[in-house]
């Protein structure tokens, strides 16, 4: 039930419910009906038994009589043996329900010779004849008929029994007992009885009609049944016996109520019918038996349960008409609540686009439909907005993953760097200290450097007086050679030859004069230029002219400065080498710093060694097709690897203070590799030599 | 009133015997002392379930009754064998009758005194000054021993075969079989707790009652042929009561006496508390000498015996142990 569907629970429901109405109503109508109907039958049998009963009564009461008045007469008179049997006979006679009369005596009483004298007066064959009782085979003394009226002065009717001799009819006898007066004392004589056959008391029982199967039945004082309609049962059975054989205590306390001269009407188990019964019960006065009237419930139910059958019928149409109309109603329901069941399962599915029930209704379920429609659209709407969110954020959780991957290890690289800066921070605050000093030291050479300009500018003039006269001296001497040669026929051939030598001397010097004028100027005017500090033009240069001529120059200024300076100058220029196109002061200079080291290099050398050192310096060009390669070499104490690295940094040297800039070789670097995108290398071998190897491409880029 | 019927059980009822028969019957004339009734149903049973048969004799069962008094049937040789109190047969006896006693079936007395409690009587002592209704003959040693026992002056009445007497308050008190008129009572609509009861038995009136008289002439063989058929009988009435009391109730039915079951059944039970009383069931049938001499000794008492017959004599039965 708990899982069943809600149109089931509601159809189990309102059936059930509509059925325990049904039912209820049913079943109080039937209760009341039932209650109506029993009182009914119960007022009906209690009338007919209390007629049954006066009928009975009546009966008994005017039987009574005949014997009562003849006990009376027998008690208060004298007769004869044959007047008393003329009455008898005649009680017999006219009265037409006593089949037998019997004056019985007490032994002796009648007959003082006879133990025994009861004349007996019963019809037979529509005769009436008289017989005696009593005799040895039958001691009417201790018979109920004689004794119990005898011993309770009272006239009794006794229990029914079979006449065996009259045609096995029931009867009963009432005995009245008569006495008589002797001495004074009232003294019992006998008892007058009548026989009753009770076939009338049969009769007038079985004519009641109760209902169907009722009937109506005495029994005796001591409970037995004189009348029933289950005829084994008549004279046989007690009501206590058949209490006894059925087991019913509930029959055994009918039975003493009905002895004891109640009436009642009460419920019992049917006697010789099956089922249920209900008995009316009334006393008859006279004899104390009891007339009962039993009939069975269902008889008394018989329309009622008609009724019944009928209205169960209508009910049970009635509740498979409510069943189909609330199964409809329930379905009508329920029919759209599946479907948005289902449809909410196929939500929970995730199918957003799942069709719903059409339900067009206003109603709860109308409204529940609409509210889910609308609830699908939203959450429709809700769950695209939600992925979109999701994509966007599942993008920034990417990129965060990235993000703190590479975070690491660029934090690494940056501290790297930053490392790095801070090395050469360090170092180019070094250096800046350096050059703060070189640049004091600079600033006193370019003051010394103007001085050689002004100086150099004073030579120039006289130098150009010397190098112009030598030229005219040349000139002069040709001059003369060329007279002497007109006049020589007039001189002895000694003389001329002489003159001749004197001549060719004479002019060698001015040539020579011409020669190192030129050279002065040349020298003067580099030193002009190199004091301005302004770069010349690119030109075709003889590359080995270049180089010699500075190789000299920084000989003769080494020369110059110490006049113990030797050295060895090796050469070996390439005639392939020829013009370049440089910057010829610049690259001059570049040779004169290089070879000017050289010569310091050896010199110092010479110096701590001695002279079993040979100072060497070795200069050489060679001509490498679209480039052309310079060699300065020396012997001298090489160049350590820690400073070789640090060798073309500016104001590095390894000169004593005042000796060097710290420029050369970095202006050197300079001019060949930046300004003329040439090579500038050393190879060096510490202790053995030094070589510097600079190489210039013939055409610039 | 009741009328005398021979039956004989294989021409009346001759349900579960077999028609053929190889040997030659003994024929047997059976007289119970009374009509029939569950009090004789033993030999009833014995004789519808061929138990004499078997045994070699052919019973034939006489209708009983105050018409056919035992003592007449056997000495005139009407009957061989009929059951009677051991207190009418030591009289017997004692009178010269040649029978004996085959054996003692019912072992303890059904005799008592019943009175109605609303009359005020408890005790025996209550009984004093009352009329009290009582059997003539044999049935009047036992209460007439009691009332001499309990020095009561009573009042007695010769009462019939009713209980009708003690039922409309002619008698305050009436003697009555325990398995007969005791229940004819409770089932007159008396409860058993209105009724106030003395078992002669429990006032050392035990008179063992019924028991199985053979003529003297008779074979003692034949006798005790239809002593172990009839306590067989006893045996399995008691065991298949139904059966006992269907056949019974056709023997009743037969007599045109009223056939009551259930009354029968009562009567066939208190048969049962009787015969096999507990403390001797194992002696079925046995007649003690105890209880003999007890019987004897009233009867001397009362003057109906001049003599108490030998007990050897009087007894053929098994022997007490």
């Given at each position: 039930?708990?899982?069943?569907?809600?149109?089931?629970?509601?159809s189990?429901?309102i059936?059930?419910g509509?059925v325990?109405?049904?039912?209820?109503?049913?079943?109080?109508?039937?209760?009341?009906?039932?209650?109506?109907?029993?009182?009914?039958?119960?007022?009906?049998?209690?009338?007919?038994?209390l007629?049954t009963v006066?009928?009975?009564?009546t009966?008994?009461?005017?039987?009574?009589?005949?014997?009562?008045n003849?006990?009376?007469f027998?008690?208060?008179?004298?007769y004869?043996?044959?007047e008393?049997l003329k009455?008898?006979?005649?009680?017999?006679k006219?009265?037409?329900?006593?089949?037998?009369?019997t004056?019985?005596f007490?032994?002796?009483?009648?007959?003082?010779?006879?133990?025994?004298?009861?004349?007996y007066?019963?019809?037979?064959?529509d005769?009436?004849?008289?017989?005696?009782?009593?005799?040895?085979?039958?001691?009417?003394f201790?018979?109920?008929?004689?004794q119990?009226?005898?011993?309770?002065?009272?006239?009794?009717?006794?229990?029914?029994?079979?006449?065996?001799?009259?045609?096995?009819?029931?009867?009963?006898?009432?005995?009245?007992?008569?006495?008589?007066?002797?001495?004074g004392?009232?003294?019992?004589l006998?008892?007058?009885?009548?026989?009753?056959?009770?076939d009338?008391?049969?009769?007038?029982v079985?004519?009641?009609?109760?209902?169907?199967r009722?009937y109506?039945?005495?029994?005796?004082?001591?409970?037995?049944?004189?009348?029933h309609?289950?005829?084994?049962?008549?004279?046989?059975?007690?009501?206590f016996?058949?209490a006894?054989?059925?087991?019913?205590?509930?029959?055994?306390?009918?039975?003493?109520?009905?002895?004891?001269?109640?009436?009642?009407?009460v419920?019992?188990?049917?006697?010789?019918?099956?089922?249920?019964?209900?008995?009316?019960?009334?006393?008859?006065?006279?004899?104390?038996?009891?007339?009962?009237?039993?009939f069975?419930?269902?008889d008394?139910l018989?329309?009622?349960?008609?009724?019944?059958?009928?209205?169960?019928?209508?009910?049970g149409?009635?509740?498979?008409f409510l069943?189909i109309?609330v199964v409809?109603v329930?379905?009508?329901i329920?029919?759209?609540?599946?479907?948005?069941?289902?449809?909410?399962e196929?939500?929970?599915r995730?199918?957003?686009?799942?069709?719903?029930?059409a339900?067009?209704?206003?109603?709860?379920?109308?409204?529940l439909?609409?509210?889910f429609?609308?609830?699908?659209?939203?959450?429709?709407?809700?769950?695209?907005?939600?992925?979109?969110?999701?994509a966007?954020?599942?993008?920034?959780a990417?990129q965060?993953?990235?993000?703190?991957?590479?975070l690491?290890?660029?934090?690494?690289?940056?501290?790297?760097?930053?490392?790095d800066k801070?090395?050469?921070?360090?170092?180019t605050?070094?250096?800046l200290?350096?050059?703060?000093e070189?640049?004091?030291?600079?600033?006193?050479?370019?003051?010394l450097?103007?001085?050689t300009?002004?100086?150099?500018?004073?030579?120039?003039?006289?130098?150009?007086?010397?190098?112009?006269?030598?030229?005219?001296?040349?000139?002069?001497?040709?001059?003369?050679?060329?007279e002497?040669?007109?006049?020589?026929?007039?001189?002895?051939?000694?003389?001329?030859?002489?003159i001749?030598e004197?001549l060719?001397?004479l002019e060698q010097?001015v040539?020579?004069?011409?020669?190192?004028g030129k050279?002065?100027d040349?020298?003067?005017?580099?030193?002009?230029?190199?004091?301005?500090?302004?770069?010349?033009d690119f030109?075709?240069?003889?590359?080995?002219a270049?180089?010699q001529?500075?190789?000299?120059?920084?000989?003769?200024?080494?020369?110059?400065?110490d006049?113990?300076?030797?050295?060895?100058?090796?050469?070996?220029?390439?005639p392939?080498?020829?013009?370049?196109?440089?910057?010829?002061?610049?690259?001059?200079?570049v040779?004169?710093n290089?070879?000017?080291?050289?010569c310091?290099?050896?010199?110092e050398?010479?110096?701590?060694?001695?002279?079993?050192?040979t100072?060497?310096?070795?200069?050489?060009?060679?001509?490498?097709?679209?480039?052309?390669e310079?060699?300065i070499r020396?012997?001298?104490?090489?160049?350590?690897?820690?400073?070789r690295?640090k060798?073309f940094?500016p104001?590095?040297?390894?000169?004593p203070?005042?000796?060097?800039?710290?420029?050369?070789?970095?202006?050197?670097h300079?001019?060949v590799v930046q300004?003329?995108?040439?090579?500038?290398r050393?190879d060096?071998?510490?202790?053995?030599?030094a070589?510097?190897?600079?190489?210039?491409p013939?055409?610039?880029? | 009133?009741?009328?005398?019927a021979?039956?004989?059980?294989?021409?009346?009822?001759?349900r579960?015997?077999?028609?053929?028969?190889?040997?030659?019957?003994?024929?047997v004339?059976?007289?119970?002392?009374?009509?029939?009734?569950?009090?004789?149903?033993g030999?009833?049973?014995a004789?519808?379930?061929?138990?004499?048969?078997?045994?070699?004799?052919?019973?034939?069962?006489?209708?009983?009754?105050p018409e056919?008094?035992?003592?007449?049937?056997?000495?005139?040789?009407?009957?061989?064998?009929a059951t009677?109190?051991?207190?009418?047969?030591?009289?017997?006896?004692?009178?010269?009758?040649?029978?004996?006693?085959?054996a003692?079936?019912?072992?303890r007395?059904?005799?008592?005194l019943?009175a109605?409690?609303?009359?005020?009587i408890?005790?025996?002592?209550?009984?004093?000054?009352k009329?009290?209704g009582?059997?003539?003959?044999?049935?009047?040693?036992?209460?007439?021993?009691?009332?001499?026992?309990?020095?009561l002056?009573?009042r007695?009445?010769?009462?019939?075969?009713?209980?009708?007497?003690?039922?409309?308050?002619g008698?305050?008190a009436?003697?009555?079989?325990?398995?007969?008129?005791?229940?004819?009572?409770l089932?007159?609509?008396?409860?058993?707790?209105?009724?106030?009861?003395f078992?002669?038995a429990?006032?050392?009136?035990?008179?063992?009652?019924d028991?199985?008289?053979?003529?003297a002439?008779?074979?003692?063989a034949?006798?005790?042929?239809?002593v172990r058929?009839?306590?067989?009988?006893?045996?399995y009435a008691?065991?298949?009561?139904?059966?006992?009391?269907?056949i019974?109730m056709r023997?009743?039915?037969?007599?045109?006496l009223?056939?009551?079951?259930?009354h029968?059944?009562?009567?066939?039970?208190?048969?049962?508390?009787?015969?096999?009383p507990?403390?001797?069931a194992?002696r079925?049938?046995?007649?003690?000498?105890?209880?003999?001499?007890?019987?004897?000794r009233?009867?001397?008492d009362?003057?109906?015996?001049?003599?108490?017959?030998?007990?050897?004599?009087?007894?053929?039965?098994?022997?007490?142990?």
């Open positions: 039930m708990r899982n069943r569907g809600l149109a089931f629970k509601l189990v429901l059936v059930t509509g325990a109405v049904l039912g209820l109503l049913f079943g109080y109508n039937y209760r009341v009906v039932r209650e109506i109907v029993v009182k009914n039958a119960g007022d009906n049998a209690r009338a007919v038994t007629t006066n009928r009975v009564e009966a008994l009461t005017s039987t009574e009589k005949v014997p009562q003849l006990a009376d027998l008690g208060h008179s004298t004869t043996e044959a008393l009455l008898l006979r005649a009680v017999v006219n009265n037409r329900e006593i089949y037998g009369a004056v019985a007490e032994p002796h009483a009648f007959d003082p010779g006879a133990v025994y004298f009861a004349p007066a019963h019809r037979r064959n005769k009436i004849e008289v017989r005696r009782l009593g005799g040895d085979t039958y001691r009417y201790a018979a109920d008929w004689y119990i009226p005898k011993e309770t002065d009272h006239a009794v009717w006794s229990e029914p029994y079979f006449d065996e001799g009259g045609g096995n009819i029931v009867m009963s006898t009432y005995s009245v007992p008569f006495y008589g007066v002797s001495d004392t009232r003294r019992f006998g008892v007058v009885t009548a026989d009753v056959s009770l009338w008391l049969a009769s007038i079985s004519s009641v009609r109760l209902s169907q009722g109506a039945f005495i029994i005796s004082r001591n409970g037995m049944l004189v009348t309609p289950m005829r084994s049962l008549v004279m046989n059975e007690t009501l016996g058949l006894e054989a059925r087991d019913d205590p509930n029959l055994r306390q009918i039975g003493r109520a009905m002895i004891h001269g109640d009436a009642g009407f419920p019992t188990a049917c006697i010789g019918l099956p089922g249920q019964c209900w008995l009316v019960y009334a006393p008859v006065p006279a004899n104390g038996w009891s007339v009962g009237a039993m069975p419930e269902a008394l018989a329309d009622v349960t008609n009724l019944n059958r009928s209205m169960l019928s209508l009910a149409l009635g509740s498979l069943l109309v409809a329930a379905r009508s329920t029919g759209p609540l599946t479907g948005l069941t289902r449809a909410s196929a939500l929970a995730g199918d957003l686009d799942s069709s719903l029930p339900v067009t209704s206003g109603d709860e379920v109308g409204r439909a609409a509210a429609a609308r609830m699908q659209r939203d959450l429709k709407r809700y769950i695209e907005d939600l992925r979109e969110t999701s966007a954020r599942e993008r920034v990417a965060l993953e990235e993000y703190s991957r590479t690491e290890q660029k934090v690494t690289e940056r501290t790297h760097e930053l490392q801070n090395v050469a921070l360090e170092s605050l070094t250096q200290k350096s050059t703060q070189q640049l004091i030291v600079q600033e006193k050479l370019a003051s450097g103007a001085l300009a002004g100086i150099a500018h004073e030579i120039k003039n006289p130098l150009n007086f010397v190098t112009n006269f030598a030229q005219l001296s040349t000139e002069l001497t040709q001059e003369l050679r060329t002497l040669d007109a006049h020589a026929a007039g001189m002895d051939a000694k003389t001329r030859d002489y001749a004197l060719g001397d010097n040539a020579k004069i011409n020669e190192h050279r002065a040349s020298i003067v005017r580099g030193m002009l230029q190199h004091s301005r500090g302004q770069s010349g030109q075709p240069t003889d590359l080995n270049l180089l001529e500075h190789v000299a120059l920084a000989y003769h200024g080494m020369r110059a400065q006049a113990t300076f030797n050295v060895t100058l090796e050469a070996d220029y390439d392939a080498v020829g013009q370049l196109r440089i910057v010829p002061q610049d690259i001059g200079r040779f004169l290089i070879v000017n080291n050289a310091y290099a050896v010199h050398k010479q110096r701590r060694v001695g002279s079993t050192f100072p060497t310096v070795s200069v050489r060009s060679q001509d490498l097709g679209d480039r052309v310079v060699r020396d012997n001298g104490d090489g160049i350590p690897r820690a400073v690295d060798l940094n104001f590095f040297t390894t000169k203070a005042g000796k060097g800039t710290g420029l050369g070789l970095s202006i050197s300079d001019i300004q003329h995108h040439g090579e500038l050393v060096s071998q510490a202790g053995e030599y070589e510097f190897v600079i190489v210039l013939r055409q610039l880029p | 009133m009741l009328r005398l021979l039956s004989l059980c294989l021409g009346l009822l001759s579960s015997v077999p028609a053929a028969e190889p040997l030659a019957l003994t024929p004339t059976f007289l119970p002392h009374w009509v029939p009734q569950a009090q004789f149903a030999y009833y049973v004789c519808e379930r061929g138990l004499y048969r078997a045994q070699g004799i052919d019973v034939t069962i006489l209708t009983g009754g056919r008094p035992v003592s007449a049937a056997l000495e005139g040789g009407q009957a061989d064998v009677q109190w051991l207190s009418t047969a030591i009289r017997m006896r004692a009178g010269g009758a040649p029978i004996v006693n085959a003692q079936v019912v072992q007395s059904s005799l008592m019943v109605k409690r609303a009359s005020g408890r005790e025996p002592a209550d009984l004093k000054g009329k009290v009582v059997w003539e003959g044999d049935f009047f040693l036992q209460p007439q021993a009691f009332f001499k026992a309990y020095r002056d009573v007695t009445v010769p009462q019939g075969s009713s209980i009708n007497l003690l039922l409309r308050d008698v305050s009436a003697v009555a079989m325990w398995y007969n008129e005791y229940h004819t009572i089932n007159s609509g008396l409860d058993a707790d209105e009724l106030t009861t078992f002669f429990d006032y050392g009136l035990n008179f063992p009652e028991g199985i008289y053979c003529r002439a008779l074979s003692a034949v006798c005790r042929a239809f058929a009839s306590l067989d009988g006893w045996q008691f065991a298949h009561r139904e059966e006992a009391l269907d019974l023997y009743i039915t037969a007599a045109h009223s056939a009551n079951r259930v029968q059944r009562w009567m066939l039970a208190r048969m049962h508390d009787v015969i096999m507990a403390p001797v194992a079925l049938g046995v007649l003690q000498r105890v209880d003999y001499d007890r019987v004897a009233v009867l001397l009362s003057g109906s015996i001049a003599r108490v017959p030998d007990f050897d004599a009087f007894y053929t039965g098994a022997a007490a142990d």
